[in-house]
């Protein structure tokens, strides 16, 4: 038999090129120092969680999470932040609060710490978010690149398409689809036509209720992207608006909607106690977990609904991920090469397959959307590009509070939606004008 | 005997002869527990009352202070959430310590009167206040819900149609107040039964010679001699009670509409969620102030009902 002999030096030679070839990585992953996220527990946070867990797989790079409910996650983030040295590199910042950080400059722009980071072409901007000018304060591709979009959340309708067959009903478009189909499936207190979101909360009944708003053709105000924050919510359209929420939950939904927050939502859902609801699309996962759900497999999903002639209109509760100002330059470039990984379509199929929602639209050309278990990609895909952005300025909170007590209250019965919607616009127009926005407001409603 | 009078004595001519180094070493020995009841007490508040008259916003990740003058305390009176807090804080402070006295004193003085199994019935009676708030928070919130909550599920068994005990306007502050009754009637239970425990038996030794029945004796005998320990009891109750939260936030969140806003939690919103510093600085003070007026009312109401007792 023919021995391969190696001398000394082949030994050695050997060792040293298989050590040089495990500290190669790949052109995206270099070595880094570990990073801090704070995050809140949210439906999609699990996705998140393992789409972390690959990147440290393939890069060898650490990246902890602090996880915290919804409130806790802002209160940790502005402790952070206005302290002298930051404790937490990423923040995973949410519409309602992303502007505070741009404007009060407590984020780095991702363009000042890699001035050659190159956005993936593919990645969804959602409504531009992603950008922002200090000099203009304006959100728009000509400013920096201050975040990376996290999870492009949108409330999608979520129905019953077992139902749906059952009683030979086709697919909501219209609000008057949706008030004929959950009158139709109402059957209380086995199922409820719909289960709506009707509790004060840090950002909850307010944002339920965006999609009927934005999807009559109303609004918040005039035109925010020209800066004229002169109160619409009163008018005609607005009134109709939460007229038609309050008529919904009143005769084709759950009986205690003033105090229905997400998580008792999606429990109806997945308990199939509702035929439908409006739920952010990052709970599909939980629809089709034999753990959870006993509605595996019946769940179907669709835009949320429109008034003829009209896009839909579901309002932006995306996450966004910002770098920390006060923390060391080196974790700074740490957290942009995990930008960098993050915003790939393989580590978008990565966050995909998970159980989140993926960022790039290369993935909702893949033929995985052709999977029964993706079959929300599609709707989704439809819905993005009508997503509206409701709150571009700092002060959003101040506005949220108004709107989650007014629109509580309404729903509760405890004043009418004339009162509210009156009431509402009264006070966000002297927040406005007391942050020094244009402002102004009409006749009140009658 | 006389060697320690005139020990005092020469002690008493020394102090006399250097008053000064005495009073030296006072204050001396004192400074530290001072200084550190002004870097945590006074030192905050008073950077809490500076702050109420000031506006603070954010540029360049730097806090920016301006003057706002009285214009905070201005706006208090015309805040929703603040005027239905102040209200409902007010209700839910005397309703609640109001029933947690009642049925404090009750069981403190079942205890009293059983003969066996003390032990026992005082453990049970103290076990919701060694229960963490959240969990409290956590056991109402599922005992009270409308599809599958315990209280509605026995009242179907007796036929009786399900309530929103927390969704509903009409009910939702009292709910919260049960929790709270349930939650510390041991508390007073604990004061109220040291409190008759220590009474002097020969009162009611002499009662019961005079033929006193057991109301009588409650009524003339035992509630004067309880006014004392009722008193603080309540007053430190009532204190406790108007800074409620834990349980507010954990079971309705503030709502429905303003059916349980308390006033920490529009603190909290304002400051926290909102971030109005300068502004709910202002409304902490407001709050401060408004306690230790209702503190003072309580002492000096339960001095005046103990005179008239004695």
Redesign the interface.
């Known amino acids: 038999m023919n021995q391969i002999r190696i001398n000394r030096r082949q030994a050695i030679a050997g060792i040293g090129a298989t050590a040089l070839a495990s500290t190669i990585r790949p052109v995206w992953a270099q070595s880094v120092a570990p990073i801090t996220i704070v995050i809140n527990q949210s439906p999609w946070f699990d996705s998140f969680s393992k789409t972390v867990q690959a990147y440290e797989a393939e890069t060898g790079n650490k990246v902890e999470l602090d996880v915290n409910p919804f409130?806790g996650s802002?209160?940790k983030q502005?402790n952070s932040?206005?302290a002298a040295a930051g404790t937490y590199d990423i923040l995973i910042m949410n519409s309602g609060w992303f502007a505070?950080m741009y404007?009060?400059?407590?984020v780095t722009a991702i363009s000042d710490i890699d001035p050659g980071f190159q956005l993936d072409p593919d990645l969804f901007t959602l409504a531009n978010s992603i950008y922002f000018d200090p000099a203009s304060k304006t959100m728009a591709p000509s400013g920096k690149l201050m975040s990376m979009p996290i999870q492009p959340n949108l409330p999608m309708l979520y129905y019953r398409g077992d139902l749906y067959k059952e009683k030979g009903l086709k697919v909501v478009e219209t609000f008057d689809d949706l008030f004929n189909n959950a009158k139709a499936l109402n059957s209380p207190?086995d199922v409820y036509g719909i289960v709506q979101r009707?509790?004060?909360?840090?950002y909850t009944v307010s944002y339920d209720f965006f999609p009927y708003l934005f999807g009559m053709g109303g609004g918040i105000y005039k035109d925010p992207v020209a800066g004229d924050y002169s109160l619409t919510l009163n008018n005609d359209v607005g009134r109709e608006a939460l007229d038609y929420y309050i008529r919904l939950a009143k005769d084709a939904g759950h009986?205690?909607t003033?105090?229905?927050?997400q998580a008792e939502v999606i429990q109806a859902l997945v308990t199939g106690?509702a035929a439908h609801a409006s739920v952010v699309i990052a709970a599909w996962s939980q629809m089709d977990d034999p753990e959870k759900s006993i509605v595996v497999d019946k769940m179907e999903f669709a835009p949320t609904p429109h008034a003829p002639g009209l896009p839909p209109g579901p309002a932006l509760g995306h996450w966004l991920g910002g770098i920390s100002?006060?923390v060391p330059d080196e974790r700074k470039r740490a957290a942009v090469e995990f930008f960098r990984w993050f915003q790939r379509p393989e580590a978008q199929m990565v966050n995909a397959k998970a159980g989140g929602i993926p960022l790039n639209a290369a993935v909702y050309n893949d033929p995985m959307t052709e999977e029964r278990q993706f079959r929300w990609m599609k709707p989704l895909a439809a819905a993005l590009p009508h997503a509206v952005n409701p709150f571009a300025f700092p002060e959003a909170?101040?506005v949220i509070?108004v709107l989650e007590?007014g629109l509580?209250?309404s729903?509760?019965?405890?004043?009418s939606s004339v009162d509210a919607l009156n009431?509402m616009s009264d006070e966000i127009e002297a927040i406005m004008a007391k942050h020094a926005y244009k402002t102004g407001k009409g006749a009140p409603l009658g | 005997m006389n060697a320690k009078l005139d020990r005092t004595a020469a002690r008493t001519a020394d102090r006399n002869a250097s008053p000064g180094s005495d009073t030296l070493w006072k204050w001396l020995t004192f400074s530290p527990a001072f200084a550190f009841m002004l870097l945590f007490s006074a030192l905050p508040l008073i950077n809490l009352v500076a702050t109420s008259f000031q506006n603070v916003t954010w540029t360049g990740g730097q806090a920016d202070h301006s003057a706002a003058g009285l214009s905070h305390y201005l706006a208090l009176p015309a805040d929703v959430l603040f005027r239905a807090g102040l209200v409902n804080t007010i209700i839910f402070a005397f309703v609640a310590v109001g029933g947690q006295a009642v049925l404090g004193l009750a069981l403190a003085l079942f205890t009293t009167k059983v003969t066996r199994g003390r032990t026992i019935y005082r453990a049970i009676f103290i076990l919701p206040i060694l229960i963490p708030g959240i969990v409290i928070g956590a056991i109402w919130k599922l005992m009270l819900n409308f599809d599958f909550g315990l209280v509605n599920k026995l009242l179907g068994a007796i036929a009786i149609a399900p309530h929103d005990w927390l969704g509903g306007s009409d009910t939702a502050l009292l709910s919260v107040i049960a929790v709270d009754i349930w939650h510390w009637t041991p508390f007073c239970f604990l004061l109220f039964l040291a409190g008759l425990e220590s009474l002097p038996q020969d009162v009611f030794e002499a009662a019961n010679m005079d033929g006193a029945n057991a109301w009588q004796e409650f009524i003339y005998v035992t509630l004067p001699l309880m006014i004392p320990t009722i008193v603080v009891t309540c007053a430190f109750r009532l204190v406790l009670a108007f800074k409620v939260f834990d349980e507010v936030y954990l079971l309705t969140g503030g709502g429905p509409g303003t059916s349980t806003e308390v006033i920490s939690f529009t603190l909290y919103q304002r400051f926290f969620t909102e971030d109005q510093l300068g502004y709910g600085s202002a409304m902490s003070v407001a709050v401060i102030f408004i306690v230790s007026l209702l503190l003072v009312f309580a002492i000096s109401a339960g001095r005046r009902f103990e005179g008239a007792a004695k």
């Open positions: 409130a802002l209160e502005r932040v206005r505070e404007f009060g400059g407590f207190p009707g509790a004060r909360g840090a009986p205690k003033a105090a229905m927050d106690h100002h006060n909170s101040e509070s007590l509580n209250r729903i509760a019965g405890e004043i009431s």
